[in-house]
Nanobody, 128 residues
């Protein structure tokens, strides 16, 4: 049984930092690309970052580019999202996803979507 579990969310002031973690079991972690999504109340889910199996390729949404950094430690079966310069508009439930049905490398860079496995999310709240 696959389990994906996020942690590290919380309340932080604008301009602050947080690091989210995601662990996954029941799958071969190093064989799968991974991603972070977020969803704010009343808004659609947004894919904010994706990382390839080895970590050699990454994708960031424009909304987080330059402020968030995704990384993974395959030996620890853990995915990370370091979030800096946080803004109130970053307030959302953050989700980890594993096992995209599609990964794309093209002229625009790397991206991935349509994930098989999802965590329950961790709340991030940024106060102004």
């Amino acid at each position: 049984q696959v389990q994906v579990v996020e942690s590290g969310g919380g309340l932080v002031q604008a301009g602050g930092s947080l690091r989210l973690s995601c662990t996954a079991s029941g799958l071969i972690f190093g064989d799968l690309a991974l991603a972070w999504f977020r969803q704010a109340p009343g808004k659609a889910r947004e894919g904010i970052s994706c990382i390839s199996r080895t970590g050699g390729s990454t994708y960031y949404a424009d909304s987080v580019k330059g402020r968030f950094t995704v990384s993974r430690d395959n030996a620890k079966n853990t995915l990370y999202l370091k979030m800096s310069s946080l803004k109130p508009e970053d307030t959302a439930m953050y989700f980890c996803a594993a096992g995209p049905k599609r990964e794309i490398w093209d002229s625009a860079g790397y991206s991935c979507d349509d994930f098989l496995y999802w965590g329950q999310g961790t709340q991030v709240t940024v106060s102004s």
